[in-house]
């Protein structure tokens, strides 16, 4: 049955994936306002499914207006403050440097100073040449579930996007992946709205796996070799210029994504939730060379600043 009403949305109302997600959205918040244990609990609730419907019908990003995150039974089990003057080689690794789509990535565009980490993306003359430089950074250590969270100002201008990402050892291999059970790439926030009509302050957040049984044409994104969920694009506080946290709570059952400790949307897309230990990635993207060819090489300059990397996961029991 729910299939058939995905279907209807999607053929008849014309819905893409992201305005889908934001549809079952509201079905979730339709649920919460009849078990609201307050008057403004309630209202809030009302007040929330108006504004999501709003920004489904009109596409453009979409308030959190969840849960409120609560770590109770969480650890901290790892945290970066980049309080020192270099990188902390002992947690992090300069990830896959060189060339990267139109341009590279490079450990000489990543600056640890001031208690902030910063990757510039800018055209230079580096270590691997002449051309557009980003950064990209991965911790040693991978996880399984838990609470992930990075609090950080995304770059402007757009081009070169900020990124705070899982990535499994083989999530777009649907022999390996077996639909995001076998892993996935849980894209936390990709800052890629500037200058988007309606998006302009907002992050996207995105499930990317392989193998996933259901799978039909219009209701997910096919890339060919893997299939992904776009979850939606929602509204931060002038995240180019102030500090926003970013959260992905990963449980057995589900994903559930937070900005500023406040529910975006939550989600099981594939055949269920990564079983598997995933790295943490923390980037400023680089993308192919059409889109590198509308920046000004001599004007653009955009920096992605992170305050903090955090990461909790269950109290063991007792």
């Known amino acids: 049955m729910l299939e058939l009403v995905q279907k209807f949305l999607v053929e008849i109302l014309k819905l893409c994936p992201r305005q889908m997600m934001g549809m079952e959205t509201i079905g979730v918040r339709l649920a919460q306002i009849f078990d609201a244990d307050s008057i403004r609990r ?3 609730g009302i007040l929330a499914v108006f504004q999501l419907f709003f920004a489904v019908i009109f596409d453009v990003g979409y308030e959190p207006s969840g849960q409120e995150l609560d770590l109770t039974g969480y650890e901290l089990v790892f945290e970066d403050e980049f309080n020192g003057d270099s ?17 590279f990535r490079a450990p000489s565009s990543v600056k640890i100073a001031d208690g902030t980490c910063t990757i510039t993306g800018e055209y230079r003359d580096g270590e691997y040449g002449e051309g557009w430089y980003g950064g990209d950074l991965a911790l040693l250590k991978w996880y399984n579930k838990g609470y992930f969270e990075i609090r950080c100002k995304v770059s402007a201008g757009g081009g070169l996007w900020s990124a705070f ?12 992946s077996k639909g995001g059970i076998g892993g996935a790439e849980i894209d936390i926030m990709e800052a890629a709205g500037w200058g988007r009509d309606g998006w302009e302050n907002a992050v996207v957040q995105t499930i990317h796996c392989a193998g996933v049984e259901g799978w039909y044409e219009g209701l997910y994104i096919d890339r060919e070799d893997f299939d992904s969920r776009e979850l939606g694009y929602y509204n931060g506080n002038d995240i180019y210029n102030e500090y926003n946290t970013y959260g992905l709570e990963w449980t057995e059952d589900e994903y559930i994504f937070y900005i500023n400790g406040v529910e975006t949307c939550r989600t099981s897309f594939g055949n269920g939730t990564s079983q598997v230990a995933e790295e943490v990635r923390v980037s400023l993207e680089v993308p192919d060379a059409e889109a590198l060819s509308q920046l000004d090489k001599e004007t653009y300059h955009s920096e992605f600043v992170v305050d903090y990397v955090r990461i909790y ?6």
Do not use: V
């Open 313 to 318: 996961q269950e109290k063991p029991a007792a």
């Open 165 to 176: 990402w899982l990535m499994a050892a083989h999530p777009y291999e649907a022999e390996y």
């Open 87 to 103: 990188l902390d080689t002992t947690a992090w690794k300069y990830c896959n440097s060189g060339p990267r789509r139109g341009g």
């Open 42 to 44: 309630f209202i809030a």
